[in-house]
């Protein structure tokens, strides 16, 4: 079975503030170089190579993203960290999978697609969302 992996970045992800959606951009790309990697049984090496860009940039983005949370004051920060410690625990664990398998499998393309593809879209359009939406409204309070 072949996947259709569509990962772009598209309208439908925009959150609506501009940091956030440049790293987005980045991050999404960076999945994308990952799982191009995976389905093209490049090798291992190349693979955890792509995982290793990935997990870079993922640690920057959630530092920079909960900085502008703080900043904001946003009053579920607690929360959204959470769900970013869940998914920085999901790529290790990709990681490691990837460490002690021959390669990437279709098995593993079927984790990636859930664990990081899928989980980072929903993230992004609900929990993401809200953060700009809060920042957005901190900064423009005579807009509403
Ligand atoms: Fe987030």
Known sequence: MTYDFNITF???LLTGNRTIDAQHKELIERIRNFVVACQNGDSKVKAIKMLDYLD???????????ALQEKAGYPERDRHHEKHEEFKKTIQELHEYLRDSEG????????????VVDWLFGHIKTFDRSVAEFIFIRENPDRI
């Open 56 to 66: 870079e940039y993922t640690d920057f983005h959630f530092k920079e993203e909960e």
């Open 10 to 12: 598209d309208d439908n």
């Open 104 to 115: 990437p499998t279709e098995q593993f393309s079927e984790l990636v697609q859930k664990n």
